[in-house]
């Protein structure tokens, strides 16, 4: 009789032993692919910021370049002629 008990208590064990990795499994398995979610998130926050910087760097120095433009303004307006002003050309010599 205790061998039959002993074969039952195994029996038992194994099919625990085997339900439990089943459930383990099943667990780790449903946690990856929310793993692989949540660092594809990460990259995407992480290039979206990279982005981000790399326009803010490129406004600041469009907002150098014009407060360059802004100072030349008056030397560059001086090169130019006012139609106004403009001599004109003639053909009568």
Do not use: H, T, Y
């Amino acid at each position: 009789m205790p061998k039959k008990i002993d074969k039952k208590i195994c029996f038992l064990a194994a099919v625990a032993v085997l339900f439990a990795g089943a459930l383990i499994w099943l667990a780790i398995f449903v946690q990856l692919g929310k793993i692989r979610e949540m660092s594809d998130n990460i990259q995407k926050e992480q290039l979206d910021s990279l982005v981000r910087q790399e326009r803010s760097q490129k406004i600041l120095e469009m907002g150098k370049e014009l407060g360059d433009v802004e100072k030349n303004k008056n030397d560059m307006g001086a090169m130019l002629v006012d139609k106004n002003n403009a001599v004109p050309f003639s053909s009568k010599c």
